[in-house]
């Protein structure tokens, strides 16, 4: 920078440094402008990005880069004036190119004030958004379009966009939302653990689902909760890393699933009926084949019902079941076996010929486990070991009154 020969700044010198500084910018065109809005300085980054020159524009009026509607709306005058009266503003408007191509300008317009305090003329930045602002109308195209609820929420754990599913979900306006912590859309005993779940996301931002495995809740504006299900996807942007959380409100599916375990529940219950036959003795008829989760029920079947009837026989009646493999056969056995743990005794029905030389030729030892071939057969042993278990009975309690009785 030139010093005079007096001492201090040479005006001069410091202008053209500053000129210097304004044509070194180049993603933002700097234009000055005098009071009633004529250019005064026209940058190099302005020329680049309009197309004129700095004689075609120096001395015009700045409204020549306004679209013809805007120039019959004496927009330019109101911007100007409104400048005037509020200071510095910020706002977005179109603009035309030299070629007449129009572009979207984010602008910046600041006031020159005299030592006076009059307005003197006014510095306006302008940079074309046309690219960014497409790409930012195509996401909230599809952000509204997204059959899901979709919540955006920024680094801080706030939210920062939300969709008209959202709204319709959540029974929140956007406004209520923009700018509330996510925790607003969770059930107030579950926000401490909630908070800890999304910094642990926000510390490895990637593409999941949410509480893998766990039943989620969401809370209305009302207060209800309901069922959902979340993905998370985090969002790289220059303000930092954004998590998008598209929320399905998955009620109905859960109350589906319930019906069918309902369903399945009661099918298994008529799969393996166990019947009171006689006083102390149960008949469990197995019909079909047994798998592991038919088996299951068909043990707790029998032991409850032995639970409540204080049963001492539980007749095992297969003569419906098709075929007798290893599998069927251990299934029968852990059954007898949780039976006699219960001071029951078991005994097999409908052993057919095939069926007894197939567990023959499989090598299936069924243990103790007494058989006959027809049901009737089988309830007939069912009541001699009822009488013979009496009979023990007896015997046992009078040789413990005539011991007491010496």
Do not use: C
Request: avoid cysteine; hydrophobic fraction near 40%; proline fraction near 4%.
């Amino acid at each position: 920078m030139t010093t005079p020969p007096g001492g201090g700044l040479d005006p001069q010198a410091s202008l053209r440094d500053l000129e210097m500084m304004l044509d070194a910018v180049t993603d933002h065109a700097v234009v000055k402008l005098g009071p009633g809005g004529e250019v005064v300085r026209w940058s190099r980054s302005a020329q680049a990005l309009t197309g004129y020159t700095e004689p075609e524009l120096v001395g015009q009026s700045v409204s020549l880069l306004h679209t013809e509607e805007d120039r019959d709306a004496g927009l330019m005058e109101q911007e100007l004036e409104s400048t005037r009266q509020d200071g510095r503003r910020e706002f977005q408007g179109w603009r035309v190119r030299k070629d007449g191509e129009r572009f979207l300008a984010h602008i910046s317009l600041t006031p020159v004030r005299g030592e006076d305090g009059a307005v003197t003329g006014f510095v306006e930045v302008f940079r074309d958004v046309t690219e960014s602002a497409r790409a930012e109308s195509l996401f909230h195209g599809l952000l509204e379009s997204a059959p899901d609820a979709m919540v955006i929420v920024g680094p801080d754990a706030r939210i920062v966009l939300v969709n008209r599913q959202a709204e319709a979900l959540f029974g929140f306006e956007r406004a209520e939302l923009v700018g509330r912590e996510i925790e607003v859309l969770v059930p107030p005993r579950f926000r401490d653990r909630h908070v800890g779940h999304r910094s642990g996301f926000l510390a490895d931002p990637r593409l999941r689902p949410m509480g893998a495995g766990l039943e989620l809740s969401g809370m209305r504006w009302d207060g209800t909760e309901f069922p959902v299900e979340i993905s998370l996807s985090p969002l790289e942007t220059a303000e930092g890393t954004l998590v998008a959380a598209a929320i399905r409100d998955v009620t109905e599916r859960r109350e589906t699933e319930q019906r069918l375990l309902r369903q399945r529940d009661e099918i298994l219950e008529l799969s393996t009926p166990v019947i009171q036959v006689w006083d102390k003795v149960l008949a469990l008829p197995i019909i079909g084949t047994l798998d592991t989760l038919r088996a299951t029920r068909l043990t707790e079947g029998l032991l409850e019902k032995i639970a409540q009837t204080q049963a001492e026989v539980a007749i095992l009646d297969i003569s419906g079941v098709p075929t007798i493999d290893t599998q069927v056969a251990q299934h029968l056995l852990k059954t007898v076996q949780a039976a006699a743990l219960m001071g029951t005794v078991s005994i097999m029905s409908g052993v057919r010929p095939e069926t007894a030389q197939s567990m023959v030729h499989l090598g299936i030892d069924m243990g103790r486990l007494r058989s006959r071939n027809t049901l009737q057969d089988a309830l007939q042993l069912a009541l001699a070991v009822l009488a013979e278990r009496a009979g023990t009975a007896a015997a046992a309690a009078r040789a413990l009154t005539s011991g007491e009785s010496q």
